[in-house]
């Protein structure tokens, strides 16, 4: 009986340290919203810069029309994420009009192959002030800056509090990765 | 459309249909296909093939349109065609080919077309009829409260009162029946707006909507209907599906991911009709209103992704323009709005009447 108990215990802190090993000591290990676990990736790439094209909405809120500007990040997520953050800071030009609320926060932005996600904090569609066409505007001046600007990214996910999400605010489907709508810089969908 | 039975009978198909009268399973010596009552789409080897309509029940008679000959049927005897989709003529059929039938044969399946297998359009469709139900769908509602004002106006209490006002005029003016997918504040998911007009059979279903941008002095009119997300998305879908949806053991899953295909795709047959109503409202509106046109568009929006009828959503002026949103609290502007709208349901009509508007196959 008491040699039992010995073995139930010894088993016990074993299993504690491996957990607590495996914690802290493996690599992280996340898990993509197709339900695949996937290792972070280490974090090899050097801190980059280089120019993008911003999509934001032209004065008239019909058409998205481009803004040229330095970006620079520690690591390509990280450059991606702040291309995201870029965009959220809205235009320097008065004749261009945002399209995320000035208080959206990024959570994250990761890849997968050639789909990034883009997880946003609520605030993007809470704070969003409505309309059906504002709405297109704001998903795809993520999607296209994303798609435009980094040809290996052929989809965009936008993720809401880290969850995929059926609108982004009310209107528009965002429930699957979407791909550029570069017709949207003349104001039409296709 | 071509009557399925004689079709079955010439070509010595085996056929079964689900208990729901819904699923309909074709199989030849080559191979088999599965339709969808109401739904465009054949699934054949595993792959999703779009027809010009739907496969539909007419008072018992089955009928599929015209281009299942081409694009299904090779599938399941083993026999390629080029026909066009509503051809009837001999020549073309014997052009195009029924590739090593004899002329005998080719002739004798012509004529068998005109016979006994063309069910006319007029059968089906009857005399033009007007319309006879119309779901009107007042966005937001609970707490989807939509856009909001600088003065505190708010979306969903302003399309509700609009959207009450348009339903008594169309009852009143048109005699036909209206539903409201909400008659007060409460929220209701988009998916089930749109499942509240395909269970009512509407002829027609409108969101009505009001404006916002970031922008105060951004102000007029706009209508849209419905866009596919992306063919690269529905290539994608097919994918997923491959073999699935086509194989009898199909579990819950795969028919919950069929659905859902169905569901995205239910807006394909009617996308011109959409376009003709959204033209109409946007004309009225504009017109009668006298504001600036923002122009008829297309866009991804999921209100509408599953209605099984013309559909469109308008958007009755922006709440984010300070002018604009003092007129849209007023009852007389509101009124006018919706008088606006019933006009364009009353040119949908009589487009319908006339026979100007081909009514979508059901």
Same mark, same amino acid.
Request: charged share 25%.
């Given at each position: 009986?008491?040699?039992?108990?010995?073995?139930?215990?010894?088993?016990?802190?074993?299993?504690?340290?491996?957990?607590?090993?495996?914690?802290?000591?493996?690599?992280?290990?996340?898990?993509?919203?197709?339900?695949?676990?996937?290792?972070?990736?280490?974090?090899?790439?050097?801190?980059?810069?280089?120019?993008?094209?911003?999509?934001?909405?032209?004065?008239?809120?019909?058409?998205?029309?481009?803004?040229?500007?330095?970006?620079?990040?520690?690591?390509?997520?990280?450059?991606?994420?702040?291309?995201?953050?870029?965009?959220?800071?809205?235009?320097?030009?008065?004749?261009?009009?945002?399209?995320?609320?000035?208080?959206?926060?990024?959570?994250?932005?990761?890849?997968?192959?050639?789909?990034?996600?883009?997880?946003?904090?609520?605030?993007?569609?809470?704070?969003?002030?409505?309309?059906?066409?504002?709405?297109?505007?704001?998903?795809?001046?993520?999607?296209?800056?994303?798609?435009?600007?980094?040809?290996?990214?052929?989809?965009?996910?936008?993720?809401?509090?880290?969850?995929?999400?059926?609108?982004?605010?009310?209107?528009?489907?965002?429930?699957?990765?979407?791909?550029?709508?570069?017709?949207?810089?003349?104001?039409?969908?296709? | 459309?071509?009557?399925?039975?004689?079709?079955?009978?010439?070509?010595?198909?085996?056929?079964?249909?689900?208990?729901?009268?819904?699923?309909?399973?074709?199989?030849?010596?080559?191979?088999?296909?599965?339709?969808?009552?109401?739904?465009?789409?054949?699934?054949?080897?595993?792959?999703?093939?779009?027809?010009?309509?739907?496969?539909?029940?007419?008072?018992?008679?089955?009928?599929?349109?015209?281009?299942?000959?081409?694009?299904?049927?090779?599938?399941?005897?083993?026999?390629?065609?080029?026909?066009?989709?509503?051809?009837?003529?001999?020549?073309?059929?014997?052009?195009?080919?029924?590739?090593?039938?004899?002329?005998?044969?080719?002739?004798?399946?012509?004529?068998?077309?005109?016979?006994?297998?063309?069910?006319?359009?007029?059968?089906?469709? &009857? /005399?033009?009829?007007? @319309?006879?139900?119309? !779901?009107?769908?007042?966005?937001? +509602?609970?707490?989807?409260?939509?856009? $909001? #004002?600088?003065?505190?106006?708010?979306?969903?209490?302003?399309?509700?009162?609009?959207?009450?006002?348009?339903?008594?005029?169309?009852?009143?003016?048109?005699?036909?029946?209206?539903?409201?997918?909400?008659?007060?504040?409460?929220?209701?998911?988009?998916?089930?707006?749109?499942?509240?007009?395909?269970?009512?059979?509407?002829?027609?279903?409108?969101?009505?909507?009001?404006?916002?941008?970031?922008?105060?002095?951004?102000?007029?009119?706009?209508?849209?209907?419905?866009?596919?997300?992306?063919?690269?998305?529905?290539?994608?879908?097919?994918?997923?599906?491959?073999?699935?949806?086509?194989?009898?053991?199909?579990?819950?899953?795969?028919?919950?991911?069929?659905?859902?295909?169905?569901?995205?795709?239910?807006?394909?047959?009617?996308? &011109? /009709?959409?376009?003709? @109503?959204?033209?109409? !409202?946007?004309?009225?509106?504009? +017109?009668?209103?006298?504001?600036?046109? $923002? #122009?008829?568009?297309?866009?991804?929006?999921?209100?509408?992704?599953?209605?099984?009828?013309?559909?469109?959503?308008?958007?009755?002026?922006?709440?984010?323009?300070?002018?604009?949103?003092?007129?849209?609290?007023?009852?007389?502007?509101?009124?006018?709005?919706?008088?606006?709208?019933?006009?364009?349901?009353?040119?949908?009509?009589?487009?319908?009447?006339?026979?100007?508007?081909?009514?979508?196959?059901?």
């Amino acid at each position: 009986m008491k040699k039992s108990l010995r073995v139930v215990l010894i088993l016990f802190l074993g299993a504690g340290t491996m957990y607590l090993f495996m914690r802290f000591y493996l690599p992280e290990r996340r898990i993509s919203p197709l339900g695949e676990e996937i290792m972070s990736k280490p974090v090899l790439s050097a801190p980059q810069a280089r120019q993008v094209d911003l999509f934001f909405a032209d004065s008239t809120g019909r058409r998205l029309s481009l803004e040229r500007r330095e970006v620079a990040g520690d690591s390509r997520d990280d450059l991606l994420k702040q291309v995201v953050e870029e965009l959220i800071k809205g235009p320097a030009d008065e004749d261009r009009i945002r399209t995320l609320p000035e208080s959206t926060m990024v959570r994250a932005v990761y890849e997968l192959e050639t789909t990034v996600w883009v997880d946003l904090g609520g605030a993007v569609s809470d704070e969003h002030p409505g309309g059906s066409w504002t709405e297109v505007l704001a998903v795809y001046s993520v999607v296209n800056t994303l798609t435009e600007n980094f040809t290996d990214v052929s989809h965009v996910q936008l993720l809401i509090n880290g969850r995929e999400s059926e609108t982004f605010a009310g209107h528009v489907d965002i429930s699957t990765p979407l791909v550029s709508r570069i017709q949207l810089l003349a104001g039409d969908w296709e | 459309m071509i009557d399925l039975q004689s079709l079955i009978d010439f070509f010595d198909l085996r056929s079964s249909m689900d208990v729901l009268g819904e699923r309909l399973d074709l199989v030849g010596s080559r191979g088999s296909c599965r339709l969808l009552l109401e739904s465009p789409l054949v699934l054949s080897r595993g792959l999703f093939t779009v027809m010009s309509g739907p496969f539909v029940n007419s008072s018992g008679r089955l009928a599929i349109p015209f281009d299942f000959l081409t694009k299904a049927l090779p599938a399941l005897t083993g026999r390629s065609s080029s026909l066009a989709a509503g051809d009837l003529t001999l020549g073309e059929v014997g052009s195009g080919g029924f590739k090593g039938q004899s002329p005998d044969e080719l002739s004798k399946f012509a004529s068998f077309i005109r016979r006994d297998q063309y069910v006319p359009e007029e059968i089906l469709q &009857k /005399e033009p009829k007007g @319309l006879s139900v119309v !779901v009107l769908d007042p966005g937001h +509602g609970g707490r989807s409260l939509g856009a $909001r #004002g600088s003065t505190g106006t708010v979306e969903k209490d302003l399309v509700l009162s609009v959207s009450e006002k348009l339903k008594q005029k169309l009852e009143e003016g048109l005699g036909i029946k209206v539903v409201l997918t909400r008659t007060a504040d409460y929220y209701v998911g988009l998916k089930e707006r749109t499942a509240i007009a395909n269970n009512n059979r509407a002829d027609l279903f409108l969101s009505v909507h009001a404006n916002a941008t970031f922008r105060r002095d951004i102000d007029g009119y706009e209508t849209y209907y419905m866009s596919f997300r992306s063919t690269d998305k529905q290539a994608r879908s097919y994918a997923e599906v491959e073999n699935k949806a086509l194989g009898v053991k199909g579990g819950e899953d795969d028919k919950a991911l069929l659905e859902a295909i169905l569901w995205d795709m239910a807006q394909t047959s009617y996308l &011109k /009709e959409s376009n003709e @109503l959204a033209s109409m !409202v946007q004309k009225r509106i504009v +017109g009668e209103l006298r504001g600036r046109d $923002r #122009g008829v568009r297309q866009a991804p929006l999921a209100v509408l992704m599953g209605a099984r009828m013309p559909a469109a959503l308008v958007e009755i002026g922006y709440i984010s323009n300070p002018e604009q949103e003092v007129r849209l609290n007023r009852k007389s502007h509101q009124d006018q709005i919706a008088m606006a709208l019933y006009r364009a349901v009353e040119d949908y009509h009589r487009g319908l009447l006339r026979g100007e508007i081909k009514r979508g196959q059901r």
